[in-house]
């Protein structure tokens, strides 16, 4: 398979990739807009059964008075043989409803911008071109594609990651997530895993002028343990703690009898998660003040993405692929999680930021280089070409 080939035909499909990108960023798709998100699933269904997927379509179901959310989409595409890939990429953004409106897509200097043309709808939809271009070519060497394109990841999918996981191990030799590239241009393989803490004191209420020291101070407590806490950064290699949140007290005057933490903790290692995780609870277990009462909850949302014998030979085949297309390819971590830290949870070799390259997610000024829309997504179709004959 020549990824020049492919390249030829993404490049006479340019400019449909340019008004179906529009097409989606016009949509307000925020997690918590399931209209919107399913608006692009439905866009995306519809790109599945005319491509000849078979296509499940999954609704959430609320529980316990939770926030309702979009569906959740899975594209099924068998080939005549070799290995099952899976992909993944999310259909929702960050931004609250009316942003389209206020900030519409829009081109300039060969930059495309708009609320989620970088967080990823540049790379969900790049997925289903890479995929129409080996179709045209006539490549079906794969065992199958698994495409999954999920409503909640913002959010750290908690209505896809079980399937996520699921269909990693049920269904994948591969795992190719859709991420953009970083702004330099570099994948992605490996990320941090993300753990967050919910602490909560809980002390004893007292006039703080009349007879503070029957009081308790669930604040003075908490301080305490932001200290200790902010004093784990750097304890491993690449550890991050972070207290994002403090709330407490009610007036100056009432020694405070409640107080709480909200705390993130990122590891690039499994082990050294664990490691930080248990000190986390060790800190918790211990108080200054005394009669106060600490209560941890926890939340592992991702697990490591670490870089494995399998993901770094999927590295050296998109860097080969990109050196037939003409351009040199780096791969790095990062900090911030994806899906694709689920599916290497699974113990599935995976690659993420295969999308264009693009940056500032999350903001106004978020940016698509549409200059890379051809290469990359040529880069992504000749990768899944190559990997689906892997052993």
Request: net charge negative.
């Amino acid at each position: 398979m020549d990824p020049r080939e492919l390249a030829r035909v993404l490049e006479r499909r340019f400019d449909e990739y340019v008004e179906a990108l529009r097409e989606l960023v016009d949509i307000d798709s925020g997690s918590f807009t399931p209209e919107g998100v399913n608006a692009v699933a439905d866009r995306c269904q519809r790109r599945f059964e005319e491509g000849g997927w078979k296509v499940e379509r999954i609704p959430h179901r609320p529980r316990g008075g939770g926030p309702q959310l979009g569906d959740l989409l899975v594209g099924r595409l068998e080939g005549s043989g070799g290995a099952r890939i899976l992909m993944i990429g999310h259909m929702d953004t960050v931004f609250d409803p009316g942003t389209a409106a206020r900030r519409p897509f829009t081109i300039e200097g060969g930059v495309a911008r708009g609320p989620g043309v970088s967080d990823m709808k540049g790379g969900l939809l790049a997925g289903f071109f890479a995929v129409e271009a080996l179709q045209e070519v006539g490549f079906d060497g794969f065992g199958r594609i698994t495409y999954v394109c999920n409503p909640d990841e913002e959010i750290g999918s908690p209505f896809s990651r079980a399937t996520i996981a699921e269909l990693a191990k049920s269904e994948a030799d591969v795992s190719l997530v859709l991420e953009s590239a970083r702004a330099n241009g570099d994948i992605v393989s490996a990320r941090k895993g993300v753990t967050d803490f919910r602490i909560e004191i809980l002390g004893r209420a007292a006039h703080a002028g009349v007879e503070p020291e029957k009081g308790r101070s669930a604040i003075l407590e908490a301080a305490h343990k932001v200290v200790a806490l902010q004093g784990l950064n750097g304890m491993w290699p690449g550890v991050t703690v972070n207290v994002g949140v403090i709330r407490g007290g009610t007036r100056s005057n009432v020694v405070p009898e409640r107080c709480e933490l909200h705390v993130d903790l990122r590891s690039p290692a499994e082990a050294t998660l664990a490691a930080a995780e248990g000190e986390v609870r060790r800190l918790c277990g211990e108080t200054v003040v005394p009669d106060v009462t600490v209560r941890v909850d926890a939340h592992a949302w991702h697990r490591p993405m670490e870089k494995t014998e399998g993901t770094a030979r999927l590295v050296a085949m998109a860097r080969g692929v990109a050196r037939e297309l003409g351009f040199e390819l780096r791969d790095a971590a990062t900090g911030g999680a994806s899906d694709a830290n689920t599916t290497a949870a699974a113990g599935v070799p995976t690659l993420d930021g295969l999308g264009p390259v693009g940056g500032d997610d999350h903001s106004p000024a978020e940016w698509l280089d549409l200059a890379s829309v051809v290469p990359r997504t040529a880069l992504l179709a000749g990768l899944i070409a190559r990997a689906a004959q892997e052993d």
